[in-house]
């Protein structure tokens, strides 16, 4: 089984929609992430969570809100979804020994806006 | 501020020849991390590599090697005798690596597609 799973891998909705995106871990990491990956423009953090208590924006959290609800699992919502969030949308985790720390990413989640 | 330049956006080359894919970086940290991720078609984030700034020994992976030179600011990717599934785009990254640091977040490249034809 996988370590970390994205559930859905793919998603259609429409402008003005809520939808959240769910990611699950079993590798026991505290630190959590949401990037989103635009054509051209690598992986951009949305928001980040280093345990279940933090919870952290990033560079372009506008517009995204997340839930951690347990250490294994972080959702992330799109209250109103516009069409300018089509995108691929990746969650990571990583369990920080010392000040090293490696990012594990799941498969991803394609979501279209129309 | 951190920041990771892949100049290179597309590559092509015929299965069998070497291939290097440059990154170069940027960053007022003393200590830092520097990583190469796979993104094959299917989509997924593959992690193949993490290397310590103050570890300048370049790495070899059986195809693969990487060359970290800290005076250029540059660890490029080296895949030798390519094969039709190293077709990727391939992207670097930066991490931060402070002691008491909380934020270990990844400053991407924007990646570089490589095909390599049959």
Request: with cysteine; proline share 3%.
């Amino acid at each position: 089984d996988a370590d970390v799973t994205q559930t859905p891998r793919n998603r259609i909705t429409k402008t003005g929609k809520r939808i959240m995106l769910e990611c699950s871990q079993t590798k026991g990491h505290d630190r959590m992430y949401w990037y989103r990956q635009d054509p051209g423009l690598g992986l951009r953090l949305i928001y980040y969570s280093f345990d279940v208590k933090d919870i952290n924006k990033g560079e372009i959290s506008d517009g995204y809100s997340v839930s951690r609800q347990a250490q294994a699992k972080f959702s992330l919502s799109l209250e109103s979804a516009i069409p300018n969030q089509t995108a691929l949308y990746f969650c990571a985790t990583s369990d920080r020994t010392g000040i090293q720390e490696t990012q594990y990413f799941g498969p991803g989640t394609r979501l279209l806006v129309l | 501020a951190q920041k990771v330049t892949q100049a290179q956006t597309e590559i092509s080359v015929v299965e069998k020849e070497d291939v290097t894919l440059d990154c170069v970086y940027e960053t007022r940290d003393t200590t830092y991390y520097l990583f190469w991720y796979k993104q094959p078609p299917s989509g997924e984030l593959v992690f193949l590599i993490r290397r310590n700034s103050f570890d300048e020994q370049n790495e070899i992976s059986g195809r693969y090697s990487w060359n970290f030179q800290k005076s250029t600011s540059s660890f490029n990717f080296t895949i030798t005798a390519s094969q039709v599934v190293d077709s990727a785009v391939y992207f670097c990254a930066l991490s931060e690596a402070r002691r008491g640091s909380t934020l270990g977040r990844l400053y991407f490249g924007r990646g570089t597609q490589l095909t390599v034809w049959p």
